[in-house]
């Protein structure tokens, strides 16, 4: 029997999330993201579920906000979870772990919380390609309420999408669900007026065909002066061989005045982990810190009636 029938029938996949104290200022260039990634540079969250993962995080002071996709094998549907963590002598201190019911009440398989600030102001816009829309969120008492201001998108399943703000206007860049091609839309507004663009409007390269994303875009200060202002630096899945077996880097260059958008990979990231060796899917920054995720295969001799539970609960939900 082929080891990918064994893991399939035998084995399921625990993930779980890192977080990398690091200044962005010291990281001179791609490579130190990967030497930064190994244990003895990793606080690893407590484990609460089997499927921890999709991090995105939120730094004020010595507390941080861990935002994330929370799922155990016999659910049927991730949802949203907030850990937050206090960190003090160089020890960190898991604070409390809580459900972002405001968010969850989509009642669909959520995941991938995508959050930024803005005008002081936190945004969320999880994954919820199930009810086949994209949704905005606005926090009313951060970091735990928070209120549904509008639907970017609707009646499309994408996934994993991220937003930029480049030069006065809002991109909103994610994947097809099941292709996983790239999808690209604009908007002067936030919450208005979302429109896609493609290559009538716009010059679009890109290079290969890992375009689903693995978090939001970053710069590293070290590394701008071999990049323009309209150079960034994007993380994507790469499952040619099985979910989530590694991340691509890529440069993204989004050149508002010659029309101009361009995706080349850089280097590719491996899971660094002696204690989550078998892949990685998620990087994100703070100013401080870093988060991943990253993925180990654990024995589990009744997984395939795990599955066939999994499938058919989907089936009867539906």
């Keep these: 029997m082929k080891m990918s029938s064994l893991k399939k029938y035998y084995y399921h996949e625990e993930w779980n999330i890192g977080i990398i104290q690091t200044d962005k200022k010291d990281i001179a260039c791609l490579d130190d993201i990967a030497n930064l990634c190994q244990d003895n540079h990793i606080y690893w969250l407590d484990k609460k579920y089997h499927f921890q993962a999709d991090p995105f995080i939120v730094e004020n002071d010595d507390i941080l906000y861990i935002f994330y996709e929370a799922l155990n094998h016999w659910w049927t549907k991730g949802h949203i979870r907030c850990r937050i963590l206090n960190k003090h002598n160089n020890t960190y201190r898991e604070i409390e772990d809580f459900a972002i019911d405001d968010i969850n009440q989509l009642n669909c398989h959520l995941s991938f919380p995508f959050i930024w ?3 002081g102001q936190y945004y969320m816009m999880p994954e919820s390609h199930e009810n086949n829309e994209v949704c905005l969120f606005q926090a009313t008492d951060f970091p735990k309420h928070w209120q549904q201001i509008a ?3 609707s009646d499309k399943k994408y996934v ?5 703000k480049h030069d006065g206007r809002y991109y909103l860049i994610g994947s097809e669900h099941k292709t996983n091609n790239r999808i690209i839309y604009y908007a002067d507004e936030l919450t208005d007026h979302w429109q896609p663009l493609t290559e009538a409007n716009f010059q679009i390269q890109i290079t290969d065909a890992h375009q689903r994303l693995g978090g939001g875009t970053f710069n590293l200060p070290k590394t701008n002066q071999q990049m323009r202002s309209s150079d960034f630096y994007l993380p994507c899945q790469e499952n040619a061989t099985e979910y989530g077996k590694s991340l ?9 005045h010659t029309q101009h958008w361009q995706e080349s990979t850089l280097t590719q990231l ?3 982990s002696n204690r989550y060796p078998d892949g990685m899917h998620t990087l994100n920054f703070s100013k401080n810190y870093m988060v991943i995720d990253a993925k180990r295969w654990v024995f589990q001799p009744f997984n395939f009636f795990v599955r066939k539970y999994r499938q058919i609960a989907s089936i009867l939900q539906k």
């Design 270 to 272: 491996y899971s660094q």
């Design 160 to 164: 994993d999408n991220i937003l930029i």
């Design 248 to 256: 691509l880097l890529k440069q993204l260059t989004l050149d508002t």
């Design 151 to 153: 639907n970017p998108i």
């Design 117 to 119: 600030q803005e005008d």
